[in-house]
């Protein structure tokens, strides 16, 4: 057994003082990386290598208006709320003129309807009858805010001798005060970078600044048990009877480069903003027959057609429409915009110089049409500007997956 007069330990322990004297920066000049095992128990069996790790916060250094660094969003700046001070906007009045939807078109679209579905037969279609055409309008109220969300963090990334433009040639600017346009109005995008002024060069906590870590495999030892014999080195040509190889992992060093500071044992930290812009859409669609009864048809198909749009508006921030010949959209924008405005208000900006919210009604021509075919009775709906069908109840089809003739 050698066990006893092979001592690897002592191999990786004399490199570590001897790199020092070349580094500008040990800050814990003749410490190691930390300590090496005296005894020798086995090494790590599952060796994971090490991952970066983030500095520890408290050691950071303090900006005014950055107090919250932790990446949860920042409080607008009180500017916002004088935005939100402006008179409303002169009503207009909303006229609607939907083209109404002809027999002929409900019952050509029905056709194109038909021949678009094998399940179908078009008989019905041609020969039906019609009872009655009930023309009705579909409104589709949507509404948009554009909002701007900033937050902060420390972030760090190992210093090569870059240039810092530390707290020494400039003031903090305020997370607000900073420029930021997104690409595109409306459109959601994030963008970081670095605050001006907050960078300083900070020795590597996890290394402390020594550029190397003990090794993860050999636990610094810069040896690991030979697996061919056991470590017990009888008869083995692998290790020549050693009972130990040179660890794969630091080739016999015992550390290995430090992965958080890229082996430069310092760090440069500096506070990162974040700004998010985000689109937040809400929609109201609402469709009636006899004044009361909302029709059988899906608000998700109204949604998919093209309509007219009788009002649009962009602005800083949108009021609720109140003058709309159709109560249920001005309740639903009232709804809406007071929802949005709780919901985003809190922590978000307006984008001060331009439009932030914009809403709009269209109005989807919708016609519902009650005919008969062979003694069968059926109603269905033709709607939006692209005569698109919708009709569950058509009489002649199948469920087998063949055309009817
Ligand atoms: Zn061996
Ligand atoms: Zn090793
Ligand atoms: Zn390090």
Redesign the pocket.
């Given at each position: 057994m050698f066990h006893g007069s092979f001592q690897p330990q002592r191999q990786g322990q004399t490199q570590f003082p001897c790199t020092h004297g070349q580094q500008s920066y040990p800050p814990n000049e003749g410490q190691q990386p930390s300590r090496v095992p005296d005894d020798n128990p086995d090494e790590n069996p599952d060796p994971q290598p090490p991952s970066p790790s983030v500095p520890p916060l408290e050691e950071m250094d303090q900006f005014s208006g950055y107090e919250n660094v932790d990446g949860t969003p920042l409080q607008p700046p009180p500017s916002y709320n004088e935005a939100l001070r402006l008179p409303p906007p002169q009503s207009q009045a909303i006229t609607t003129t939907v083209p109404v939807i002809s027999e002929e078109q409900a019952r050509s679209a029905l056709l194109d309807h038909v021949s678009h579905n094998c399940c179908f037969g078009s008989k019905a279609a041609k020969k039906m009858k019609f009872t009655n055409i009930f023309r009705l309008s579909a409104f589709h109220y949507s509404l948009e805010s554009y909002t701007e969300k900033r937050s902060a963090k420390w972030d760090y990334e190992p210093y090569h001798d870059q240039v810092i433009g530390g707290s020494f040639n400039g003031s903090v600017p305020s997370p607000w005060d900073i420029e930021a346009r997104p690409p595109a109005l409306f459109q959601s995008n994030t963008e970081t970078m670095e605050v001006p002024h907050t960078a300083s060069i900070k020795p590597c906590h996890d290394c402390i600044g020594l550029s190397r870590k003990r090794c993860y495999k050999c636990g610094g030892r810069g040896m690991t048990r030979?697996k061919?014999?056991n470590g017990n080195?009888y008869d083995?040509t692998?290790?020549h009877g050693?009972?130990k190889k040179r660890c794969s992992v630091c080739k016999g060093h015992g550390h290995t480069a430090c992965n958080t500071c890229n082996a430069r044992g310092k760090l440069k930290c500096f506070i990162r903003l974040t700004i998010e812009w985000n689109v937040h859409h809400d929609d109201y669609v609402d469709h009636v027959e006899h004044v009361v009864e909302r029709t059988s048809l899906p608000d998700e198909l109204i949604r998919t057609v093209s309509g007219e749009t009788v009002f649009k508006q962009e602005l800083p921030r949108v009021w609720p429409i109140n003058h709309f010949p159709h109560e249920n959209i001005n309740e639903a924008s009232k709804n809406l915009v007071q929802r949005h405005l709780n919901d985003f208000q809190a922590t978000q900006k307006s984008l001060l110089n331009n439009f932030f919210q914009r809403q709009k009604i269209r109005v989807i021509p919708v016609a519902s049409i009650y005919s008969n075919w062979n003694n069968n009775s059926f109603s269905y709906f033709v709607y939006g500007f692209e005569h698109k069908v919708h009709a569950p109840d058509y009489p002649q089809q199948c469920s087998c997956g063949c055309t009817l003739l």
């Open positions: 030979c061919w014999c080195g083995c692998f290790c050693y009972g």
